[in-house]
C-alpha cells in the first residue's frame, strides 16, 4: 500500500486518543462533526479528559489536525470509524452514528483505500449494515474497489494505566492479505501489540463478550449482595473471605452505567433473538443490574428509618454523579435512578461531584449539581462514586449529627457508615 494517510471519525472518548497515537507515525486527520468540540481539541484542551493537555498540545505541533471540514479527509487512504453506538429507549440498538459516518466516508473513499471500524456492534453490523452504505454513496464496490476491517475499541474512561498504545488490540479484514495490512498498521504504535481474528464477525463477536461478560459477572454479585442485605450479612466482608480461595474470582457489587457495559450486551440480546435464541442469563444480567440505583436508595431509605429519621422533605447529599471514579464521563450514570427514586420523597437532593461539567450533567439529566463541597448540613450522605476527592475529607462532617452515611463503593471507614452495597 502506498504512504498511508489516516482519518479518524469521531473524536470522543474513543477516536481521540486513537488520533493522537496514530499522528506519532502517521499523517492523521482527525474528522468530527460537533465544531465545539474540534474548536476545543484544536485549542489544545480534552474536556473528556483522556489525551492530557501537554500531550494533544504536542501532537498538534506535530502535525495532527482536528477538523469538520470533510474536504481535508478526502486524500486520505486509511479511515478509521470511531463513533457512538446507543441504544434507544426501549433498549435496541441505534446504528444512526454508524450510518451516518458510512456516508461520510463514501463520500471521500477512493479506490484502493481501507475503512476499519472500531464502534462496538453485534456480529455482522460491519459488512451488513455500514459497508452496503459506503458502496452506495461511493459507487465503489466492496473488496473490489476498496476494502475493510474491524478493530474493537478498548478505552477505559478514566484509566491512565490502560492507556491505548499498551491496550493489545484485535484486528480482522475483509480479504487475507487487508487484514495483514491493518494488523501491521495497528501494530506500528502499540506496545503490546495485535491478535489477529480470523475474519471482522469473529472480531465483532470478541468485542461484545467482553463487556457482557462483566456484566454477568457484576449482576452475579448484586444479587448476591441483595441476598446478603436481606440476611444481615456484610456482603464485603463475605467477598474479602472467599477471596481467600486462589482461584475465587474478586469482584465487588456496584452500579453498572457507562457506555460500555451497560448498552453493549443490548446488541448481541437483540441478534440471538434474531436467530431464535434466547439469552436468558445476559437479559437478566442487563434488567438485574439497571435495576440497582432504585435498589440502592431504598436501601439507603431503610437506613434512616431504623435510625427513626423522616425521608420525606429530608435533606440528602449524594457524592458522585459520573458513572465511575476519576473521570467526566456521565454517559448512562446509574446515579441518576437513585435521584429519582430519592426525589419521589424529598425535593431537598444536593449532587455534589467535582469532576462532572454542570451544564453538561443539566442537559443530559435536568438535574443541578455543585462542584465545590457543600457548607451546609445533610440528613443523609451517599457515596455514590469513589473520586479520589472524596477520601480527602470527613463525610461525617456533612451530615447532622443523627445523619446517615450510605457507602454504595464500599471505600468509606467502617465505623463512619450507616449502611453499604
Not at 472518548?13 to 497515537?21: I, M, N, T
Not at 492507556?163 to 498498521?185: M, Q, R
Request: with cysteine; proline share 4%.
Amino acid at each position: 500500500m502506498k504512504e498511508i494517510k489516516i482519518a479518524v471519525i469521531g473524536l470522543g472518548y474513543v477516536g481521540l486518543p486513537l488520533a493522537r497515537l496514530f499522528s506519532t507515525k502517521y499523517k492523521t486527520i482527525g474528522y468530527d462533526m460537533n465544531k465545539e468540540r474540534v474548536d476545543a481539541l484544536t485549542a489544545g484542551h480534552d474536556a473528556t479528559l483522556e489525551v492530557s493537555d501537554d500531550l494533544l498540545k504536542h501532537a498538534i505541533e506535530q502535525g495532527l489536525v482536528c477538523t469538520t471540514d470533510l474536504e481535508k479527509i478526502r486524500n486520505c487512504n486509511f479511515y478509521i470509524v470511531a463513533v457512538p453506538t446507543p441504544v434507544d429507549e426501549n433498549n435496541r440498538p441505534d446504528l444512526r452514528p454508524l450510518w451516518g459516518a458510512s456516508e461520510t466516508v463514501g463520500k471521500v473513499i477512493s479506490k484502493g483505500d481501507i475503512v476499519v471500524y472500531e464502534s462496538t456492534v453485534y456480529p455482522g453490523v460491519t459488512e451488513e449494515e455500514c459497508l452496503p452504505v459506503v458502496e452506495k454513496v461511493s459507487g465503489l464496490k466492496f473488496n473490489v474497489d476498496f476494502f475493510a476491517g474491524y478493530s474493537p475499541e478498548r478505552i477505559n474512561p478514566g484509566d491512565k494505566e490502560h492507556t491505548v498504545e499498551k491496550i493489545k488490540k484485535v484486528t480482522s479484514g475483509s480479504t487475507p492479505e487487508v487484514a495483514d495490512i491493518i494488523d501491521g498498521i495497528y501494530n506500528s504504535v502499540l506496545v503490546n501489540g495485535t491478535h489477529k481474528a480470523p475474519s471482522i464477525k469473529v472480531a465483532e463477536a470478541s468485542k461484545i463478550i467482553e463487556n457482557s461478560q462483566r456484566d454477568v459477572n457484576i449482576a452475579f454479585m448484586n444479587e448476591l449482595a441483595k441476598i446478603f442485605n436481606a440476611m444481615g450479612i456484610d456482603t464485603h466482608d463475605v467477598i474479602e473471605a472467599a477471596s481467600s480461595k486462589w482461584n475465587f474470582i474478586k469482584l465487588n457489587p456496584g452500579l453498572v452505567g457507562g457506555h460500555c457495559i451497560s448498552v453493549d450486551p443490548y446488541y448481541l440480546i437483540q441478534k440471538a433473538q434474531v436467530y431464535g435464541v434466547l439469552p436468558r442469563v445476559m437479559f437478566s444480567a442487563r434488567r438485574l443490574n439497571d435495576g440497582m440505583g432504585a435498589y440502592v436508595a431504598e436501601q439507603a431509605i431503610k437506613c434512616m428509618n431504623k435510625k427513626g429519621l423522616v425521608v420525606k422533605d429530608s435533606k440528602i447529599l449524594l457524592l458522585g454523579i459520573t458513572f465511575k471514579e476519576n473521570c467526566p464521563d456521565i454517559r448512562n450514570t446509574k446515579v441518576v435512578d437513585i435521584y429519582h427514586t430519592l426525589s419521589e420523597y424529598t425535593n431537598n437532593i444536593v449532587v455534589f461531584d467535582p469532576w462532572a461539567n454542570a451544564a453538561k450533567v443539566k442537559n443530559a439529566y435536568k438535574i443541578d449539581i455543585v462542584n465545590k463541597v457543600p457548607k451546609e448540613k445533610f440528613d443523609m450522605a451517599i457515596l455514590c462514586v469513589a473520586h479520589n476527592e472524596f477520601l480527602k475529607f470527613n463525610v461525617r462532617d456533612l451530615v447532622k449529627e443523627d445523619g446517615v452515611i450510605y457507602d454504595v463503593k464500599g471505600i468509606l471507614p467502617r465505623d463512619m457508615i450507616d449502611g453499604r452495597l
